[in-house]
C-alpha cells in the first residue's frame, strides 16, 4: 500500500480522507478550502457527513470504519479481569469513556453528567486515553468531591478487555466524524449515550442514543440509568456483530474497497 501511494504522489495523484463534520479554526477553513478542493484529486471519507462537509458536492468515497468484530466481543472473563485489576465492586454501575482527552471530546461536561449519577447510584468511571486536557479533567474531578469513584486508566492496548467491563458508554463530543470507538463499543454490547453532534450513522445496531448538549446533566444522567441493559449481555453483542457486519464495517471487506480505489486511480494516471 506505502508503494502505491508513493508512486500515486509522484504522478500527481492527491488523496484526501475526511475524518470530521467541523473543525476549531472555521475562518481559516473557509479561506483556504477552494485551494484545497483544486489540488485535491481523490476524495476519501469515513461517513457521507464528513464527506458532505470536507468536499461538498463533489463526489467521493466512502471507506467505513470497519473493525474486527471477534476482538471486541463481550467476554465475561475480561469483565471480571478488568474488575479484579480495578478492584470494581459487582454492585457498582461501570460507566465507561474512551477518547483522548481533548476539548472536542467534551470530558468537562461527561464528569459532570456522571456527578449526577453518583447522585442516583452507586457508579464508577472508567476513563480510557490521554491528552492535553487530561489536568483539566482531573481537577473538575477533585473539584466535586468524586475522585474515589473515577478511574483514569491512561493510554491503553487492551481496550477490548474494559468495554467488557462497561456497563454504558458517554461521549458527549461537539464534533466527530465516524468515531470508530463507538463501532467497537457497539460490539462489545453497550448501550451507547452520544451527543447528537455526532453522526446518526454510528447508530449501527439501535443501541446508540442521541441526546442534545443543550440537555441539563441531571437529564442525561437519568437517561443513562434507565437505558443500562439487564439483559444477556453476550447474546446482545453477538446480535451486534452480527448487524454491524451486515452494515458493512467489517475491516477485512474495508482494506479491500480502499485497496481497489488506490489500484483504480494509480492505473488511470499511468
Request: proline content about 1%; glycine content about 6%; aromatic content about 10%.
Amino acid at each position: 500500500m506505502e508503494l502505491f501511494a508513493a508512486k500515486i504522489a509522484g504522478c500527481g495523484f492527491r488523496i484526501a480522507h475526511s475524518h470530521s463534520t467541523s473543525c476549531k479554526y472555521k475562518a481559516i477553513n473557509k479561506l483556504l478550502t477552494p485551494l484545497f478542493w483544486l489540488f485535491c484529486t481523490g476524495r476519501i471519507a469515513c461517513s457521507a457527513e464528513s464527506g458532505k462537509w470536507m468536499f461538498g458536492k463533489r463526489k467521493f468515497l466512502i471507506i467505513n470504519n470497519g473493525i474486527n468484530t471477534t476482538k471486541f466481543k463481550f467476554d465475561l472473563n475480561k469483565r471480571l479481569n478488568i474488575k479484579n485489576i480495578y478492584s470494581i465492586n459487582e454492585d457498582l454501575i461501570v460507566v465507561g469513556h474512551v477518547g483522548e482527552f481533548n476539548n472536542v471530546k467534551n470530558q468537562s461536561f461527561l464528569v459532570s453528567v456522571f456527578s449526577e449519577i453518583l447522585k442516583k447510584k452507586n457508579a464508577v468511571l472508567m476513563m480510557v486515553g490521554k491528552g492535553n486536557q487530561e489536568k483539566a479533567v482531573v481537577e473538575k474531578v477533585e473539584s466535586l468531591g468524586i475522585k474515589d469513584n473515577v478511574i483514569f486508566v491512561g493510554a491503553v492496548d487492551n481496550v477490548s478487555d474494559c468495554l467488557s467491563a462497561f456497563d454504558v458508554i458517554i461521549m458527549p463530543s461537539f464534533f466527530e466524524g465516524f468515531p470508530l470507538t463507538l463501532v467497537e463499543e457497539q460490539a462489545s454490547g453497550l448501550s451507547c449515550f452520544v451527543s447528537d453532534c455526532i453522526t446518526k450513522e454510528t447508530n449501527l445496531t439501535g443501541n446508540v442514543h442521541f441526546l442534545s448538549l443543550k440537555t441539563s446533566e441531571s437529564d442525561w444522567a437519568s437517561a443513562v440509568l434507565e437505558g443500562i441493559y439487564e439483559g444477556n449481555r453476550s447474546a446482545i453483542s453477538e446480535r451486534s456483530i452480527e448487524l454491524i457486519a451486515k452494515r458493512g464495517y467489517s475491516i477485512q471487506n474495508e482494506i479491500c474497497k480502499l485497496e481497489n480505489y488506490y489500484i483504480k486511480n494509480f492505473k488511470s494516471i499511468k
